[in-house]
């Protein structure tokens, strides 16, 4: 069983930053792939951004490359999501999501992620 808390979700300005964190138990963090979904109301899940269990591997969503970016610390057992130039239309509420599975691959289908947190409020104004 894996625990997912994030927190760091806010109001914001169009323009402005936002950096998410994701807070993950277990002692095998870094063997778990990880990733980012949002939801905005009314709409499906969709995926942000993902990265392998060594952060050596990262992929993102069309609509959030070169103004987002992912990471994490092993040591910490912590995600992050780095949100720069943030839109309007990013305000949602973003989801963590880990897989322990050992498989391969950055898959950005949230039926290959076992795990969920509760989600974190972000809301870009304009």
């Known amino acids: 069983q894996v625990l997912l808390i994030e927190s760091g979700g806010g109001l914001v300005q169009a323009g402005g930053s936002l950096r998410l964190s994701c807070a993950a138990s277990g002692r095998t963090f870094s063997n778990y792939r990880m990733a980012w979904f949002r939801q905005s109301p009314g709409k499906e899940r969709v995926f942000v951004s993902a990265i392998s269990g060594s952060g050596g591997r990262t992929y993102y969503a069309d609509s959030v490359k070169g103004r987002f970016t992912i990471s994490r610390d092993n040591a910490k057992n912590t995600l992050y999501l780095q949100m720069d130039s943030l839109k309007p239309e990013d305000t949602a509420v973003y989801y963590c999501?880990?897989?322990?599975?050992?498989?391969?691959?950055?898959?950005?289908?949230?039926?290959?992620?076992?795990?969920w947190g509760q989600g974190t409020q972000v809301t870009v104004s304009s």
């Open positions: 999501a880990a897989d322990d599975s050992g498989r391969g691959g950055l898959p950005s289908t949230s039926g290959q992620y076992d795990y």
